[in-house]
């Protein structure tokens, strides 16, 4: 009842009233004193074997590795094993293409190594989804209104 | 009233999108990529050939076409043998003889020209060798000009290319990382050339795969004539046996890299 007479008598109640609704809806995560919160992050390790083209594993040759989010300072570098293995765990927070490359004695070649969801992933409990996000920028803006109809109608 | 609000509405919602777009960063300018072309120490300071000859440069003209570079995503992969797709692509204009025997024994590599380029990482090169119109490479695209001495012998040789060669290659590979365009920033992309392809290499193992494939220089020394050998390819097959010649037809189109890394050749 008292809704809608909101509705019929004053819309500019409605405007205020709809915007705290809302925003209440919109952060249930701030609101709740004894939420659980819970991070994960599964890990895929990743090994290259280098060879040269005769199949002649490249022992011992650098091994320079590059994150997606940061292409011009190496992000690890190592060595080869006698037969041109070299293994590492990636960020999994860094989704994107994980570039390594391997150089010995004038020959080299970059693997671009794709992680991603069908790799490593990462996730946690209490994230937004999309639909919350969108909410929550409609209410930002449905906010802006709101406040100025409540100052716009203490000056009339 | 109804005006009023919409008014009030129409602001609140260009407030927020101002917000919105402000956060995005502003529009990205580009920078500056060089593009360069090197021959490596081996052309700068000579080398031993695989066979034991000691090899200095004079000149080593190289002749570029249709150089360019390209954001390919994914990486372009030169074991492929694909063309090269990006959507983002910068190249000079015209055609360009170096010299990479240029300068001193601790010269720097050739820098070719500059262009304006969008921010991101030109992470693959093409370019053509192509004969030459005119100057010091008129009718070919490589000439390589200098002198082998062993056990007191000398031989100024003249080696001509006439054939055209086209590389597509994928990203840099040495001690940088190379072709990443920052906004307002300068960065480069090399073609590079590896003539040890061509005489072999002392300083690494014969067995090794390099000085398998390479021709060395004694096949070249055989056929010069009182300390001088001046030779096309044509004259090159007509007067190399027919392994060594087969080995320079295979070795050529090896010769160009980007840094160690290979490239495709057409």
């Not at chain 1, 069908?118 to 209104?145: A, D, H, N, P």
């Not at chain 2, 320079?248 to 290979?262: A, D, K, N, R, S």
Request: one cysteine or more.
């Amino acid at each position: 009842m008292h809704l809608r007479g909101i509705i019929v008598g004053n819309k500019q109640k409605f405007v205020i009233g709809l915007t705290l609704v809302i925003a209440i809806l919109c952060f249930p995560a701030v609101v709740y004193a004894h939420g659980a919160f819970i991070e994960y992050t599964s890990s895929v390790e990743i090994e290259i074997v280098a060879t040269y083209d005769t199949g002649e594993p490249m022992s011992d040759a650098q091994v320079v590795v590059y994150a997606p989010d940061d292409p011009a300072n190496p992000w690890l570098t190592g060595v080869c094993d006698e037969e041109g293995r070299f293994t590492f765990t990636p960020d999994s927070s860094k989704t994107g293409t994980w570039d390594v490359q391997v150089r010995k004695s004038g020959h080299g070649d970059t693997a671009h190594i794709p992680v991603g969801d069908g790799g490593g992933t990462t996730g946690e409990t209490g994230g937004y989804t999309v639909l919350q996000i969108v909410l929550m920028s409609v209410c930002v803006i449905w906010g802006f209104i709101g406040t100025a109809l409540y100052f716009s109608r203490r000056k009339a | 009233m109804k005006k009023r609000f919409s008014l009030i509405a129409v602001v609140a919602v260009l407030i927020a999108a101002t917000f919105i777009v402000g956060c995005n960063g502003g529009e990205e300018t580009g920078g500056t990529l060089q593009f360069y072309a090197n021959g490596e120490d081996f052309v700068r300071q000579g080398f031993v050939s695989k066979d034991g000859w000691s090899i200095s440069f004079d000149h080593v003209y190289v002749v570029l076409d249709d150089v360019a570079a390209y954001q390919t995503d994914p990486p372009y992969d030169p074991h492929e043998g694909s063309d090269i797709e990006a959507e983002v692509m910068v190249g000079l204009e015209g055609l360009h003889t170096v010299d990479l025997a240029e300068g001193d024994e601790d010269a720097l590599p050739i820098r070719l020209g500059d262009v304006q380029a969008g921010v991101g990482h030109y992470n693959a090169v093409s370019w053509k060798m192509a004969k030459a119109p005119a100057g010091p490479a008129e009718g070919y695209s490589l000439v390589i000009m200098g002198t082998a001495t062993k056990d007191g012998e000398s031989i100024d040789f003249t080696i001509n290319v006439e054939d055209e060669y086209g590389y597509a290659c994928g990203e840099y590979v040495g001690d940088e990382r190379k072709g990443i365009v920052q906004d307002g920033a300068t960065a480069d992309v090399e073609m590079t050339f590896h003539f040890d392809h061509i005489f072999g290499d002392a300083g690494t193992p014969l067995d090794d795969s390099l000085n398998v494939g390479a021709v060395g220089f004694e096949p070249f020394s055989v056929i010069a004539q009182d300390g001088e050998l001046n030779e096309n390819m044509a004259g090159l097959q007509e007067k190399l046996s027919l392994e060594a010649y087969e080995a320079l037809v295979t070795m050529l189109p090896t010769l160009g890299h980007v840094g160690e890394g290979h490239c495709h050749c057409e």
